[in-house]
């Protein structure tokens, strides 16, 4: 029997965090595409645009005036997806399968810098810094919101993952329950510190118990070359493309030195290594295929604890979470090509063809000097 081959067999990979499986199938990278191309992001926007919603001084959708803001600016979305406390009373369900749950809370846009034509790509590294300060700030005040359980921080880059305004932000949905794919990755978390894995090398979660992401993290960076998937690593953090990718340029940062809960409990240290491996990495993706890379980003983390809990109580549970951010890129072949999440991969499980390793190598091999500043 042919001897298995992980970059020429199909087989399937499991993902720790959701208990998903992913099929990897490196044999279809060789097939034609005919199919639809995205048009090339545009690259000569102005540094001020005086149509533009976000930028300093206009006014935006809802009517409201931005000011003339000098680097981060932060407002509650004039289109919030929800709404604040007090919210009504969920119907009693006529049948179980009918269930409706109330939800409330806040959503916040954070501009990142005051240039319509700039990315975390291209941002400095102080800039970037203030980004992480913004991100840490609404953690902090809206987990002091009554009611509030969960504080949901993501990126949308690009017109193909849904961004509707070019100009460099991101968003922060606070939430009076922890959703579904958060909440997954927590139980995950959960039954794996409850587990008898034991790894010395590798930092543990509370009470000495073994951490996922922190044994996931040390396994990554001891990998032998020939199957790494490191992308880029600091004296802090290490950015992977997960061993359980679904998408073809997928990355996972971690903290690897120590067990984090938050973005709240970072040192400066911490903080300023985040700012440097979060500008590497995105540039490292602008470099890929010399395009402006479209991803979504999010960073999974603590929930907020109860105001009732008491100390055990976050200890033995909360703290098990491991601060960690997603990186989904689109992008397959090229600028115009990206993989699309349909068929298969909708009714039975998700389906990659570039294998991470693949992924991996092609990303490392990028340089750190922006492909716009390079000359």
């Known amino acids: ?68 803001y000098e680097h981060t600016y932060t407002f509650v979305n004039d289109f919030s997806a929800v709404l604040p406390a007090p919210a009504p009373t969920s119907p009693a369900a006529s049948h179980p399968l009918l269930t409706t749950r109330s939800v409330h809370g806040t959503c916040d846009v954070l501009i990142f810098h005051p240039r319509h034509d700039l990315t975390l790509a291209r941002l400095v590294i102080p800039d970037i810094e203030r980004v992480i300060e913004a991100w840490i700030r609404i953690y902090k005040q809206r987990g002091t919101q009554e009611g ?43 039954r794996y510190s409850l587990s008898d894995v034991t790894d010395s090398a590798a930092p543990k979660g509370p009470k000495g118990r073994p951490c996922l992401l922190c044994e996931y993290a040390h396994i990554e960076i001891a990998a032998p070359e020939a199957e790494a998937r490191v992308v880029v690593k600091n004296d802090r953090w290490v950015a992977v493309v997960p061993w359980w990718a679904t998408w073809p340029f997928e990355v996972l940062l971690l903290p690897y030195q120590r067990h984090v809960p938050s973005i709240a409990d970072l040192t400066e240290d911490e903080r300023v290594a985040l700012a440097e491996i979060l500008s590497k990495i995105t540039i490292k993706y602008d470099n890929l295929f010399s ?18 809990s008491d100390a055990a109580d976050d200890e033995d549970e909360d703290n098990i979470t491991h601060l960690h951010l997603h990186f989904y890129p689109p992008l397959l072949r090229s600028a115009s090509v990206k993989k699309f999440l349909v068929g298969f991969e909708l009714m039975a499980e998700a389906q990659r063809d570039l294998t991470p390793e693949q992924a991996a190598r092609k990303l490392r091999a990028c340089s750190e000097v922006h492909y716009l500043h390079s000359n």
């Open 1 to 68: 029997m042919e001897e298995f081959d992980a970059e020429t067999h199909p087989h399937r990979r499991l993902n720790p965090l959701t208990n998903e499986y992913v099929l990897v199938s490196p044999h279809r990278t060789k097939r034609p595409w005919l199919g639809q191309t995205e048009a090339p992001q545009i690259l000569d926007l102005p540094q001020y645009d005086p149509a533009c919603y976000l930028c300093p001084g206009n006014p935006r959708s809802g009517g409201q005036q931005n000011p003339v």
């Open 148 to 190: 509030i359980k969960y504080v949901q921080i993501f990126e949308n880059k690009g017109a193909i993952m849904g961004c509707s305004n070019p100009h460099p932000h991101g968003q922060v949905w606070s939430l009076s329950d922890v959703p579904t794919i958060a909440a997954t990755e927590i139980a995950s978390l959960r």
């Open 291 to 308: 395009c402006s890379f479209a991803y979504s980003m999010g960073i999974h983390q603590r929930p907020i604890p109860a105001p009732e």
